[in-house]
């Protein structure tokens, strides 16, 4: 084990006599990396995709490969398992976990997940967690870390502790896979079958591969540059395996960048459409960060000139850099709903819509247990209104593609099926424009699934504004 990392405060306080250290084993850096992630994540809201990285950066030294991936494993599965931890722990802590401290309820977390999911030996999981307890809480309450977690290990792994708690159904679906009740109704709801449904949520559990786009450069010569191999649905996709994607120079200098399979995909949706009349002004209506609006850029025929917009000005400017060295783009800071270009303006439109990314979940652990269900109706009013629009933006005869990483059906079919009501909007079938790519119709749309397609689960409709 190499060396911990030091963490602020943790040194000896100034002005106080010192005691001779008690001899203690040393702390592991990658689980106290992990417990900081879940710290950030419980006390500040952090994002974990964003504050690991970020602490893995500030301790490279100190960490060594395999401590990161450890911490990687432990943050992440902590964070994606808690809805099951919690429940075991409910039954063996003899409070409301609300009552607890917050940090030795992480800690907690973090030691039942390598009991009941990892193969660290029960000695090790309890006394690592009970060192950290002591490091980062204090004395007092490594007694209660250290018999509750004596207690997970004598109940057996995830298996047996799902007998113990008696759970059946939806409820026993969502402990085994790690989902909250509502989001394993939303996607028993859009599977529209029950045959696949665990598969489909276990597929959602695992952690996803990195994807690159090959925006500029052959993607043959990509996938030799990275060790990975060229994706199976996306010509432009490689898929890796491991490695860190922002060392590669084809992601440095720009000429390719980590995006989602799928993604690429639903940019690719509205470039590859047949489209009758004009074609030289497409927009990207909700661009930010801009990873389609980058391919957009890059496959659009010469002579499109390439409009993006975002209503927030730190996304725009995201995407003003994943479009720097792009020419005939602009990227303007604008609300999709109040659009300040005219009516019509546009042959073709994207609206990937902000959503509440049910189907991005791999990416984002702790994301599955902070959305709720009241979540949805704002966001599905919202994706109405941009939806109305994108087909204001768009030429009669021009395209919209609708896309969302969510397969929530009040944010995919219903916003989309409300809007093809009106007269001058008709519907085309997605899954014709990948032939390639099995399993993809959802009625007239497409939905992509992590279990068929190892990608996220991105929606895409077509409509076509009908001239009058
Ligand atoms: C799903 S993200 C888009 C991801 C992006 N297309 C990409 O591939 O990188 C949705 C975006 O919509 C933006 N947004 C939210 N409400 C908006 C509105 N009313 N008008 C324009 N953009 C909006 C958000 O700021 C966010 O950047």
């Known amino acids: 084990m190499t060396r911990p990392p030091r963490r602020p ?18 702390l592991d850096g990658a689980r106290l990396t992990a417990f900081d992630v879940l710290d950030g994540v419980s006390s500040r809201d952090a994002y974990a995709n964003l504050l690991l990285p970020q602490l893995l950066r500030e301790r490279a030294g100190d960490l060594g ?3 990161a991936a450890f911490a990687t494993q432990l943050a992440y599965g902590a964070l994606r398992a808690q809805g099951t931890l919690d429940a075991i722990l409910a039954r063996l802590v003899d409070r409301p976990l609300a009552d607890l401290d917050p940090r030795v309820l992480d800690l907690l977390r973090l030691g039942a997940y390598q009991l009941i999911d990892l193969r660290v030996p ?9 060192d950290l307890t002591r490091a980062v809480v204090g004395t007092g309450a490594s007694g209660l870390v250290n018999a509750v977690l004596r207690k997970v290990a004598a109940g057996g792994d995830r298996a047996s502790w799902l007998v113990t708690l008696g759970a059946t159904g939806d409820e026993r679906l969502g402990l085994a896979t790690d989902h909250p009740r509502w989001i394993v109704e939303a996607w028993r709801d859009a599977l529209g079958e029950e045959t696949e449904l ?3 949520l276990l597929a959602d559990d695992a952690a996803p591969e990195v994807h690159l786009v090959a925006r500029h450069i052959d993607r043959e010569e990509l996938a030799q540059q990275s060790g990975g191999e060229p994706g199976p649905w996306s010509p432009y996709a490689v898929r890796l395996h491991g490695g860190d994607p922002g060392r590669l120079p084809a992601v440095q200098d720009g000429a390719a960048a980590v995006q989602d399979e799928g993604s690429q995909l639903a940019a690719l949706a509205l470039a590859r459409a047949e489209l009758d009349g004009p ?21 659009r025929p010469a002579g499109v000139r390439l409009t993006a917009a975002d209503r927030a000005e730190h996304r725009a400017e995201l995407v003003r850099r994943s479009l720097r060295d792009a020419d005939d783009v602009e990227v303007l800071v604008a609300d999709g709903r109040e ?31 902070r959305r709720t269900p009241d979540d949805v109706p704002p966001l599905a009013e919202l994706q109405t209104e941009l939806l109305a629009g994108a087909l204001r933006s768009v030429r009669p005869g021009g395209l919209v593609a609708y896309v969302t990483c969510s397969p929530h059906t009040a944010e995919t079919v219903a916003v989309v099926d409300a809007a093809a009501e009106r007269d001058d909007v008709e519907v085309l079938p997605v899954a014709p424009l990948f032939p390639e790519v099995p399993g993809i119709e959802r009625g007239r749309y497409a939905q992509l699934w992590p ?18």
């Open 198 to 200: 665990e598969a489909a």
């Open 279 to 299: 074609d030289a002004a497409w927009l990207d209506m909700c661009a930010g960060p801009g990873g389609k609006a980058g391919l957009l850029a890059a496959v």
């Open 122 to 130: 029960d000695h090790a999981a309890v006394a690592t967690t009970v």
């Open 339 to 369: 659009p300040p270009w005219s009516e019509g303006s546009f042959d073709r439109v994207l609206l990937d819509a902000p959503c509440t990314g049910l189907g991005a979940l791999r990416r984002r652990p702790e994301v599955r247990w």
């Open 451 to 468: 279990h068929r397609h190892g990608t996220d689960a991105m929606f895409m409709a077509l409509l076509r504004r009908t001239p009058q």
């Open 65 to 67: 490969p395999r401590d």
């Open 9 to 26: 405060g943790s040194g000896p306080r100034p002005g106080r006599r010192q005691r001779r250290p008690a001899p203690r084993r040393e």
